[in-house]
Each structure stands twice: as C-alpha cells, then as structure tokens.
C-alpha cells in the first residue's frame, strides 16, 4: 500500500516594505519580517487584518518588548491592555502576553448590566507577543 507524500513548502519570510499598510502601523527602528499577512473585510470604514511578524533576535528581549509595545501604543493611536500573562521563563518562551484594545472593555453579562459602558466598542484588536528561549531549559 503506497502513502501519499505531502510536500511541506516553506513560504519565505517576506520584507515589511511590501505591506505598506503594516508598515505605517509599526514603529520605526526594528527589523521586521512578515511570516503572514492577511486582509479581511472592512468594518465601518476601518482596515482589518490579521498579521504575524517577527523582530531580530537580538531586539527581542522583556523590557525591549515592554519599550515596544509602549512605541508602538504612541505610534499607532492606540491603547492595549494586559488580557492575559504567562509563567516567566518556562520550557519554550522566556516572555508570552497576550494583549487587547483598551475599547474592549470586557463588561458583565447583558443580563445583569442592562447598558454595558459606552467605552464599550468590542473592538477585536488583539496582540500576543512571545519572546522563544534560545536554548531549551531542562526543566
């Protein structure tokens, strides 16, 4: 019984100059490579994308990314909020977050709250950031 093999291309990282958009978005003075980027539909006269990148290993540190997110806040208009935090320097990451808009405020169920705050867009901007460990720990 013959298997079918299936070929695993490997798409190859791409320059941020070829996303203009994404590029205005970024803050300057990192290196930047696109690993994928996708358009999807606009809402309200808003430009929605899905995105993921990567920035040189040698600019990706905690507080290097804690500066990051605070140029990119400044630079893009916008205002994220911790959602979620990790252990500190487990097996495979040395620093993992998970942020979103501060738009999405988060708010009780309707049921209870009869208007939810008019803070309250349920803006869909979110933002992980993993920093991978150099070497795997043997934890």
């Not at 978005?25 to 999807?40: A, H, Q």
């Not at 920035?55 to 507080?63: E, G, M, Y």
């Not at 994220?80 to 405020?105: A, G």
């Not at 708010?107 to 993993?130: D, L, N």
Request: proline share 6%; hydrophobic share 25%; with cysteine.
């Amino acid at each position: 019984m013959a298997a079918k093999l299936k070929k695993a291309f490997v798409t190859p990282k791409k320059e941020i100059n070829e996303f203009p958009y994404l590029k205005n978005i970024l803050p300057p003075g990192c290196d930047y490579l696109v690993d994928s980027y996708e358009e999807c539909e606009d809402h309200e006269g808003e430009k929605r994308f899905n995105a993921t990148f990567r920035i040189a290993r040698s600019q990706a540190t905690k507080d290097g990314m804690r500066q990051w997110i605070r140029n990119f806040c400044n630079h893009s208009l916008t205002t994220y909020r911790t959602e979620r935090t990790y252990p500190l320097e487990t097996k495979w990451f040395m620093y993992r977050v998970d942020l979103r808009c501060h738009h999405n405020t988060k708010p009780s169920s309707h049921k209870r709250v009869r208007t939810p705050h008019k803070k309250h867009t349920a803006c869909p901007a979110k933002m992980t950031i993993k920093i991978r460990q150099d070497k795997l720990s043997k934890r």
